[in-house]
């Protein structure tokens, strides 16, 4: 398809990097497993960790639609569009998700980086499903951007959770709040 000529090493690039951290994720999942968790914990994990996965999820297969041979923008425009529409209802539920967890209280950049910055790329699929039939070459820029915007969430999102395990909750669980 000549709409996507010239796209096809970025979402090689962006894919196999959302594929190679969904791995990540999971071994750092894995890692901290073993850390004793309690129930508002569980909430909070899955207002704030399941999201990555999903984020990194999306551009996988964000990625995929843009590489498969078309024959026609239609069937990858309607794709793109309705996993924009999916990402936003999925957002309202992490919303919810956020609000009810008592685990953590979200600050100003997690609610930027888990909330706010997700909403505006998974409404950019939806904006530029619509553009694509007025201008095509747009409404791919803006579903790379999106795709881009995502993988960059998810690796924020990932080094944070990862980092509030070490320093704060692996202090926690220490005599006196020292970590070794």
């Known amino acids: 398809m000549t709409a996507f000529t010239g796209w096809d090493n970025f979402y090689v690039i962006v894919g196999s990097s959302a594929g190679a951290l969904i791995g990540l994720q999971f071994v750092v999942i894995t890692l901290i497993a073993e850390m004793p968790t309690a129930r ?7 207002a704030f960790g399941t999201p990555t996965i999903v984020h990194f999820g ?3 297969l964000l990625s995929a639609v843009i ?7 239609a069937a990858a425009v309607i794709l793109w569009g309705m996993l924009g ?5 999925y957002m309202l539920i992490v919303a919810r ?9 979200p600050v100003l950049e997690d609610r930027l980086f888990h909330l706010w910055l997700p909403f505006a790329a998974y409404a950019a699929l939806v904006g530029s499903a619509f ?7 747009g409404a791919l820029f803006g579903v790379g951007a999106a795709g ?4 960059f969430i998810g690796i924020h999102n990932a080094w944070d959770a990862v980092t509030y395990h070490v320093f704060v909750k692996r202090a926690d669980r ?3 709040g020292v970590s070794d």
């Open 85 to 89: 529409l999916s990402g936003l209802m």
């Open 148 to 151: 881009l915007l995502l993988l």
């Open 67 to 73: 590489n498969a041979p078309w024959h026609t923008i």
């Open 131 to 137: 553009a694509a039939r007025s201008n095509l070459g």
């Open 40 to 46: 508002d914990v569980e909430r909070a994990s899955s």
């Open 174 to 176: 220490k005599p006196g």
């Open 97 to 105: 998700r956020m609000r009810v967890q008592t685990a953590y209280s």
């Open 58 to 60: 999306a551009v996988l």
